[in-house]
């Protein structure tokens, strides 16, 4: 919940003139809701791509408040972050409903950016590997579609904590292997696999320099434009 309409243009134009030279890596901005007419305005004829930061599961109806996947394309929003850490800490979002606006993503033709984590409890009593395997069954299974997985280690988001790479790619590591047992090998290998852990410029080459770490799910970092900037910049010379 950042940036008005005015400031999110104003931030798009000035990160489109510090990535002008951006060639190998894929670039997303997901404003706020009230922010994505400006932005998709400003994007027009651009290689930045357009996200949303959530979904309603219906396509329409009384539904005071919500947004449908249709109501998304028409703005030429191509994705849609699904089951973000706050999503689930403070709105109460459940495994469930994250499935269905999996579902409902697919089938109103977005790319689904499915967040997965565990929390400090989670971790301290080594239950963080099946917390997000449950996560990653509940939300996959049966789904037909490409879906992007970012994963939010949340006890190091904010916390004073520190994530590792090796850490991180332990973790990425079992996504991939758990994606596979869902999804079938050529799924997993194909997939990206986002990391969302308070990734900023000064350590964001030795994240993606990992093996199963595809790109970064930027917070913070993301709201000043030369950080974001530098980080694109980082992403651009690593090949995976």
């Known amino acids: 919940m950042n940036k008005t309409s005015t400031e999110a243009g104003e931030f798009i134009r000035q990160l489109l003139v510090e990535i002008r030279s951006n060639e190998a890596t894929t670039v997303l901005v997901c404003p706020p809701f009230t922010a994505l007419a400006a932005v998709s305005n400003s994007l027009e004829a651009t290689r930045v791509l357009l996200g949303s930061q959530n979904v309603y599961y219906e396509r ?7 947004i449908s996947p249709q109501m998304l394309r028409d703005l030429f929003v191509t994705h849609v972050i ?3 850490s706050e999503r689930r800490a403070i709105f109460h979002e459940s495994d469930e409903e994250i499935r269905k606006k999996i579902l409902a993503a697919i089938n109103g033709g977005l790319t689904p950016i499915l967040c997965v984590g565990e929390n400090l409890n989670d971790r301290e009593s080594k239950k963080h590997f099946a917390i997000v395997q449950g996560q990653l069954e509940a939300a996959m299974k049966d789904i037909e579609g490409q ?14 904590q520190t994530a590792t790479p090796e ?10 292997k758990i994606v596979s047992q ?3 090998p050529a799924t997993a290998k194909e997939i990206r696999i986002l990391y969302g852990g308070s990734m ?4 964001a080459e030795a994240l993606l320099r990992q093996q199963d770490i595809d790109g970064g799910l930027i917070g913070g970092a993301s709201l000043s434009v030369q950080e974001f900037a530098s980080i694109i910049r980082i ?3 690593i090949d995976h």
């Open 147 to 160: 879906i992007i997985i970012a994963y939010e280690p949340v006890w190091a988001i904010g916390t004073g």
């Open 182 to 184: 869902i999804a079938g």
């Open 60 to 66: 329409d109806g009384a539904f005071t408040g919500e």
């Open 200 to 203: 900023k410029a000064s350590n």
């Open 235 to 237: 992403a651009d010379t």
């Open 82 to 84: 699904i089951g973000h």
């Open 167 to 176: 850490m991180a790619q332990e973790m990425h590591g079992y996504i991939r």
